[in-house]
């Protein structure tokens, strides 16, 4: 059974970070590209990050430079260290694997459950 399982979420004051973790299990983790989407009420599911079974890193503008994607293929887990937080990145977000083509697309193979981030201002 495949789980994509998030934490770290929480309230932060705008200016602070979080660290969000996934832990995967039932996959063979270094195989996948893995990303980071989030989605805000009322608003589509943005991809936010995503990086590649070698370890390539590709970021959605409104996050390049406050964000950065890594992940520990020893500990089949990806995290998302997001820095210098504003209120407009507040949304549930979502860790997914599956490949580099499908993680573009929005349809992984797989999708955690979600995880709360609210920036306060």
């Known amino acids: 059974q495949v789980q994509l399982v998030e934490s770290g979420g929480g309230l932060v004051q705008a200016g602070g970070s979080l660290r969000l973790s996934c832990a995967a299990s039932?996959?063979?983790?270094?195989?996948?590209?893995m990303g980071w989407y989030r989605q805000a009420p009322g608003n589509e599911r943005e991809l936010v990050a995503r990086?590649?079974?070698?370890?390539?890193?590709n970021y959605a503008d409104s996050v390049k430079g406050r964000f950065t994607i890594s992940r520990d293929n020893a500990k089949n887990t990806m995290y998302l260290q997001m820095n210098s937080l504003k209120p407009e990145d507040t949304a549930v977000y979502y860790c997914?694997?599956?490949?580099?083509?499908?993680?573009?697309?929005?349809?992984?193979?797989?999708w955690g459950q979600g995880t709360q981030v609210t920036v306060s201002s």
């Open positions: 997914a694997a599956g490949n580099i083509f499908t993680i573009y697309t929005k349809r992984p193979q797989y």
């Open positions: 039932g996959i063979i983790f270094s195989s996948k590209t």
């Open positions: 990086i590649g079974s070698g370890g390539s890193t």
